[in-house]
């Protein structure tokens, strides 16, 4: 019997399920030990096991979630977090009160003021709720909305009149002062479990540390109608790095040239660069050429300012589904059979998405005129037209020519209708992301005569400019 349960040992220990739990226990051990960039390389390596103990991933989100938090990676802490939440964590007070902070710090400030407000409702004991007050305060400063913020520094003096920074804020606001740059927020509490097995949930949603966020505060300038000046879009953005990767294919060997992609391409990769962007541009890219290429621009993204980096990446040619992966067709793809799709097309989901969402960017943004009939010969016939929709895109904006299983056509002037309309949306001023590509839907909409619908999908942190 015995030799019997140290064999059952002996597997679990060498079975894909036991060498992941071997993951996560490094994990837990990288965080207890405060080394959070070795937590987070182990906890995503963890999470890309398909063999791993998904029961775990609740919390593997969560530790994940804090220690982007605790490395400033705000963007990054926001998507864990709310992993963990639709994972149906339970510690949903002190995961809303981080998402806040992150949030602040991203400049999002309507979303900071959506989860400040949700922590609010679910943490009960008065210092913390205090603190959330002052904190939501600060916010609604920033915003320019003063009668708002007196409101929850009032509050924030009646749960706790101790508070030392209710009331400073109190005394500056009623003095005309700003109380922004003296800011200094108090983190909840992210202690990590004692055991090796699954981690014990947090015991209460209010069981704050007072411990100061992690690195410098970040100053913002004063809002209007307090001491200061309104800072403008080009003032709020100006350390913002921006990289792009441009890939334009039309000479095809195998299949027919595009006439429009690589014109889109270089006319992208131009207005681009006028909108500050550091470019890496491809025509008519083999399969190496593409992979060196993103290889290069991943590691721009990688090494750039953390949640200050933009990262887009832009693609017209040839473009197939299989799957429900999507795949962009190099120059010298030769597609007889389906097996050949994976092993001479470069997966967009798989490779370009996910390692863009595992970077240092705030914002990834995704445009793929791509969405053409399947060029390949009758060995290979997907059922499917078109492109898949990508569900899955944490911090991502993505955009197609046209909407997911539909086809468009490559056009007849210099540049496809879809990049034409895009290159000139991008131009004006003072708009949105979602402003310049609602624009393009209208009007590639009006051109096409309603046969081309364009698609968008979007769950971005904060808002990007083209122009300011």
Same mark, same amino acid.
């Given at each position: 019997m015995k030799n019997g349960v140290f064999i059952f040992l002996l597997l679990l220990a060498v079975s894909p399920v036991g060498a992941q739990f071997k993951l996560y226990e490094q994990g837990i051990d990288a965080y207890q030990a405060k080394n959070y960039t070795k937590c987070i390389d182990l906890f995503n390596e963890y999470l890309d096991k398909p063999t791993r103990d998904k029961a775990l991933d609740v919390d593997v989100h969560y530790y994940l979630?804090?220690?982007?938090? !605790?490395?400033?990676?705000?963007t990054s802490a926001v998507r864990?977090?709310? #992993?963990?939440?639709?994972?149906? @964590? !339970? &510690?949903?007070?002190n995961i809303q009160?981080?998402?806040?902070k992150s949030y602040t710090d991203l400049r999002a400030f309507p979303d900071a003021l959506t989860s400040?407000? !949700?922590?609010? #409702?679910?943490?009960?004991d008065k210092p913390n709720l205090a603190k959330l007050h002052y904190e939501r305060a600060m916010v609604y400063e920033k915003?320019?909305?003063?009668?708002?913020?007196? #409101?929850?520094?009032? &509050?924030?003096?009646?749960?706790?009149?101790? &508070?030392?920074?209710?009331?400073?804020?109190?005394?500056?606001?009623?003095?005309?002062? %700003?109380? =922004?740059?003296?800011?200094? @927020?108090?983190?909840?509490?992210?202690?990590?479990?004692?055991?090796?097995?699954k981690p014990k949930e947090t015991q209460t949603a209010s069981n704050p540390d007072n411990r100061a966020l992690p690195g410098p505060t970040v100053i913002v300038p004063a809002a209007a109608g307090a001491a200061g000046v309104v800072p403008t879009l080009a003032d709020l953005y100006k350390d913002e790095k921006r990289y792009a990767l441009v890939i334009g294919?039309?000479?095809?060997?195998? =299949?027919?040239p595009l006439r429009n992609a690589e014109h889109d391409a270089n006319d992208m990769a131009e207005e681009l660069k006028r909108s500050n962007f550091d470019v890496i541009k491809v025509i008519n890219g083999d399969y190496n050429q593409m992979r060196d290429a993103f290889r290069k621009f991943h590691e721009k993204l990688s090494t750039g300012p953390k949640d200050q980096t933009v990262g887009l990446f832009y693609y017209a040619g040839h473009g197939i589904q299989n799957q429900g992966e999507n795949y962009l067709v190099p120059v010298e793809a030769n597609v007889q059979y389906e097996d050949d799709i994976p092993r001479t097309c470069m997966p967009v989901q798989r490779i370009i998405m996910a390692n863009m969402e595992r970077s240092n960017s705030r914002i990834n943004i995704m445009i793929l005129d791509a969405c053409r009939n399947?060029?390949?010969?009758?060995?290979? /016939?997907?059922?499917?037209?078109?492109?898949? #929709?990508?569900? /899955?895109? !944490?911090?991502?904006?993505?955009?197609?020519?046209?909407?997911?299983? %539909?086809?468009? %056509?490559?056009?007849?002037? /210099?540049?496809?209708?879809?990049?034409?309309?895009?290159?000139n949306a991008m131009r004006k001023p003072g708009m949105t992301i979602e402003q310049v590509f609602k624009e393009v839907r209208k009007n590639v909409l009006r051109l096409s005569g309603d046969r081309q619908y364009t698609w968008d999908s979007s769950n971005i942190i904060g808002d990007f400019y083209f122009k300011f």
């Open positions: 979630a804090l220690s982007y938090f !605790k490395t400033n990676s705000h864990e977090f709310d #992993e963990a939440l639709q994972a149906g @964590h !339970k &510690n949903v007070g009160w981080f998402m806040a400040y407000g !949700k922590a609010i #409702e679910l943490i009960t915003m320019g909305d003063l009668a708002l913020a007196q #409101e929850d520094i009032n &509050n924030a003096l009646v749960l706790d009149p101790t &508070n030392v920074d209710a009331k400073k804020a109190n005394k500056d606001l009623a003095g005309g002062k %700003s109380t =922004v740059a003296q800011t200094q @927020h108090t983190a909840p509490d992210t202690k990590a479990p004692d055991n090796k097995t294919n039309s000479s095809y060997k195998y =299949v027919s399947n060029p390949f010969p009758s060995g290979y /016939r997907s059922a499917d037209a078109g492109l898949a #929709e990508i569900r /899955r895109a !944490k911090g991502s904006f993505i955009a197609y020519a046209t909407a997911p299983g %539909s086809v468009a %056509s490559d056009g007849d002037g /210099r540049n496809g209708l879809y990049t034409q309309e895009l290159l």
